[in-house]
């Protein structure tokens, strides 16, 4: 029988001056960045713990300590990487991604594309198989008031 399992995942990082915002490892010219121990590239976060969690493997703070010197300022493509390693070794491969990015600000449409790119590219996964969409927070509470960007991402793993 061909065993499927499902994970999901959420992040919520601050939003800084002169830090670089970086979502899917795109680097998005915005006022402010989010503010993390790593790139704090909220959405490849949210999907690393998707990942994890659908393979019962804990979450990405278990694999990558957020107070761990090797982690800081770390390449979350990196980290998704080495998650999706970790993944693979326990037998499972991924079919595909879906995830959302509430951002009041900046518009993420023309980045979207080159997200699911580099996402794809890191699960080595078809392009189609890979899916993000941009929400505002409606300008509600400290989303809306563009203090924090958040990302919620689910996962379908299959057995290999
Ligand atoms: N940061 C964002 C937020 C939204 N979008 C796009 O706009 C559409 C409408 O957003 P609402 O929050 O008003 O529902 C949404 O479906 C996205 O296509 C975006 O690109 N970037
Ligand atoms: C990625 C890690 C590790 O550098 O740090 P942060 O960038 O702070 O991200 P977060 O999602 O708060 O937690 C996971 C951490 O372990």
Redesign the pocket.
Known sequence: MNSIRIGQGYDVHQLVADRPLLLGGVNIPFDKGLLGHSDADVLLHAITDALLGAAALGDIGKLYPDDAAVNKDADSRVLLRGAYAAVQAAGWQVVNVDST?I???????PYIDQMRMHIASDLNLSFEAVNI????N?KLGYLGREEAIEAQAIVLLTAV
């Open positions: 990015v951002a009041q600000r900046p518009k993420l449409r969409k941009g929400k505002t409606e």
